[in-house]
């Protein structure tokens, strides 16, 4: 009989790192199993004290949650009675949740081009696009870099607009040292794995006042209104939008890190900068996000790859990280490019800014759990690849 055949040495393993991982602590998952043995399941008690924390985390502003973010903007706009016949204004560099629920109140989306450098809406070009039907805006703090809220609100103001702030990713950002939720008109926050805390799905939407806070409630599970021991009302059409508390609980054990979340976050997007200034890695043109440490909370460091230089599409970029164990994201695809909104009338080069940084956008690995040593792998890893492929 033949000898085996010898066996290939084990290569060393090396953890695969994703984009993004939540951090739940052992005290949370207990937390969790008291609610799952307490008998009350759904909405009750661990929600109200989400609600009220949240509340008291935004300055006193009413606060209510919901399953999901996107929930959260749509019934923004139906409290703010935007539907048929009226425009809302936002960024096509977006997750198609923040103009899909503008279409989902019966109103149409008016896409703005982005600022390339903060690769927000540029607020330069929002005026232009104001007509006699906008009634809203949607400004988005891609990566949790906050839109300047001063010239936002200030416009908003002056053409008698609602703004849905979508603050999905910027939960523990700050604007002039008042954090985002704290101050403005709607805010809308997201708890998805993804983001900054966690909810597993879920959001927060912060409002002005009790009535619109009771709108809220109402659009949130069937219009119901409830009063005494056996008084129902039903006034308006409501969808079932309502949190769970099991989700608030792992919230509630959330809520209270983010601070610390945030500054490890700091600290991971302080490394990338160091690291990708090394002449090697700067010699590769990448695209880097602002050097803002005081008002993100870096929900995503984010680098446009220079499509002119390389020789390899983004996602062969990807893929080669993919295999040296480094997981990438790509957040976002321009919006108006879907072929749902290509229907709708939009094009390629409607907005050329956006589509340029859109093509070539890459998600790096951060979350908290991460350390520098990882930071400094993704950091080697991409260099060697894109090194590779650049143009003669
Ligand atoms: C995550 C996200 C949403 C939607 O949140 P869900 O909780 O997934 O519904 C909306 N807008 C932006 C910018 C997001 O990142």
Redesign the pocket.
């Known amino acids: 009989m033949p000898a085996p055949a010898p066996v290939a040495p084990v290569k060393p393993a090396v953890p695969y790192l994703p984009f993004t991982r939540p951090t739940i602590d052992d005290a949370t998952v207990a937390g969790v199993a008291d609610v799952l043995r307490s008998g009350w399941i759904t909405s009750g008690p661990n929600v109200k004290e989400l609600e009220a924390k949240l509340s008291v985390y935004c300055g006193g502003r009413p606060v209510r949650v919901f399953n999901?973010?996107?929930?959260t903007?749509e019934i923004a706009l139906r409290i703010a009675g935007v539907g048929p016949g009226h425009e809302v204004i936002t960024t096509p560099l977006?997750?198609v949740?923040?103009s899909n629920v503008v279409l989902e109140v019966g109103a149409r989306p008016v896409f703005v081009d982005i600022d390339p450098v903060t690769r927000n809406i540029d607020l330069d070009r929002v005026e232009a696009a104001i007509g006699p039907a906008t009634r809203a805006i949607i400004p988005?703090d891609?990566a949790g870099l906050p839109v300047d809220r001063d010239r936002l609100h200030a416009i908003a103001k002056k053409h008698n607009l609602r703004v849905v702030e979508?603050a999905?990713?910027s939960f523990g950002s700050t604007w002039n040292g008042k954090k985002i939720g704290a101050c403005g008109d709607f805010v809308s926050f997201?708890?998805?794995p993804?983001?900054n805390i966690t909810t597993i799905?879920?959001?927060a939407l912060v409002v002005n006042d009790e009535r619109e806070a009771k709108l809220a409630e109402q659009y949130r599970l069937q219009g119901v209104v409830r009063s005494g021991f056996d008084g129902m009302e039903v006034e308006l059409v409501g969808g079932k939008f309502n949190l769970t508390d099991v989700a608030a609980r792992v919230g509630l054990g959330q809520l209270p890190r983010i601070g610390e979340f945030n500054e490890q976050r700091r600290e991971l997007a302080r490394a990338y900068f160091e690291l990708l200034d090394a002449p090697t890695a700067k010699a590769l043109g990448l695209g880097l996000p602002p050097r803002d440490f005081t008002s993100t909370n870096w929900h995503m460091f984010q680098v446009v790859l220079p499509e002119e230089r390389l020789a390899l599409k983004r996602a062969e970029v990807m893929a080669q990280l993919h295999a040296a164990g480094i997981g990438t994201g790509v957040h976002y695809p321009a919006i108006h490019l879907f072929a749902l909104y290509r229907r709708l009338g939009w094009k390629d080069g409607d907005f050329p800014q956006a589509e340029k940084v859109c093509r070539n956008i890459l998600t790096l690995p951060l979350f908290p759990a991460m350390t520098r040593a990882d930071v400094v792998r993704v950091v080697d890893e991409l260099t060697a690849v894109l090194s590779a492929a650049l143009k003669a």
């Open positions: 999901s973010g996107t929930c903007m977006s997750w949740a923040t988005v891609l979508d999905a990713q997201s708890f998805h993804n983001k799905e879920g959001g």
